[in-house]
């Protein structure tokens, strides 16, 4: 963790440096990840007192000039990913008899919205869905015990801010090939 804290950080620098509020706006945003990424993987919660102050931050970040995206939009996505999650977790459960998505897992997603908005959002839930399954499907003790999707989060939204609009770049050039 003390490693992984100030190369992220670097990361986030030279990717926001010339951005004040958005360089302060994912660091804070990483003070929150990283502990979220261990304290899940090693005891498998999410903690309130993490993901309900980052969505308010975030929210709050929305509100500020020269951020990237603007409150309606921190709003509706952390919205709309809580509303549509409760609902899947819902006909899972109905379905299954079990729990399918931990509430941790809901919050957090709904605080990452507020920080990164649709296409952020969108990116971090196919890119950590795409990784979780990789990891389950080469890591045999995985496929028996499980693992917390909360790390997946954490990480593909660390992978969002320092990598995501070069890939999404990246993505809209092939686009434009065909």
């Not at 990237?68 to 977790?89: F, K, M, N, P, Q």
Request: aromatic share 12%.
């Amino acid at each position: 963790m003390e490693l992984l804290t100030p190369l992220a950080f670097i990361l986030i620098y030279t990717t926001c440096s010339h951005e004040p509020v958005l360089l302060a706006k994912y660091i804070i945003l990483t003070c929150f990840l990283i502990p979220i990424f261990f304290i899940d993987l090693y005891n498998r919660l999410i903690l309130d007192i993490m993901s309900l102050p980052l969505l308010v931050i975030g929210v709050i970040f929305s509100l500020l000039p020269g951020t990237d995206i603007g409150w309606r939009e921190a709003l509706l996505s952390s919205i709309g990913i809580l509303v549509i999650l409760l609902l899947v977790a819902w006909l899972f459960e109905k379905i299954r008899h079990k729990e399918g998505i931990g509430g941790g897992d809901l919050k957090l997603l709904a605080a990452i919205a507020a920080f990164t908005g649709v296409f952020g959002l969108t990116f971090i839930l196919l890119f950590s869905s795409v990784i979780a399954v990789i990891v389950v499907l080469l890591i045999p003790k995985v496929r028996r015990t499980g693992i917390p999707y909360g790390p997946f989060l954490a990480a593909t939204t660390l992978i969002w801010i320092t990598l995501g609009s070069g890939i999404l770049q990246w993505y809209l050039s092939l686009l434009a090939l065909e």
